[in-house]
């Protein structure tokens, strides 16, 4: 799910978005009210791609994230870019659908949501960018975008900089 939200650009992955299933352990998000990099927009924008504060690490057992974690995510980033073209072709959809955010404003609705989906594209071909859709850094291969969000997600500083009610700290 991590790298999934990270190529939709899911935000607001706090505590109370983040349920657990009481029968199978399992993570089940709620609240997706923060979809398409609007995280990034916020007065207090989120600099992590993903939720993995230390409480979570934890969680992850002995190895943390070096080890499952690390490898579904490596799996879950190759499944993703090898699907990008369905992937893109779903996300296209939304740039017609009434309901969504950019679609009830009437200025630049449709450049809004092109930016979104081509956000979706680079990340799927492994571009990285800088904070709200800034200048591409790098390229990276599977292996090198997980560890890079990896980084991001973990960096003390990043962690430092959100909104005090998305409680970094646990």
């Known amino acids: 799910m991590s790298m999934t939200g990270f190529i939709l650009g899911l935000g607001d992955r706090h505590t109370e978005n983040i349920l657990c299933d009481s029968l199978t352990g399992a993570a089940v998000h709620v609240d997706f009210e923060c979809l398409f990099y609007k995280g990034m927009t916020l007065g207090i924008p989120e600099k992590v791609p993903f939720r993995l504060t230390s409480n979570i690490i934890d969680g992850l057992g002995l190895t943390g994230y070096e080890g499952t974690f690390r490898r579904v995510s490596e799996i ?95």
């Open 76 to 170: 879950t980033m190759k499944i993703l870019k090898e699907n990008k073209e369905t992937i893109i072709s779903v996300m296209e959809m939304f740039l017609r659908d009434p309901l969504m955010e950019w679609n009830k404003k009437q200025s630049n609705s449709l450049d809004e949501a092109k930016k979104v989906i081509d956000g979706i594209s680079d990340r799927l071909s492994g571009l990285k960018r800088t904070l709200n859709f800034g200048e591409i850094l790098y390229p990276l291969s599977t292996e090198g975008m997980v560890e890079s969000l990896i980084q991001d997600a973990t960096s003390e500083s990043n962690l430092a900089s959100m909104y005090s009610g998305w409680a970094s700290y646990l």
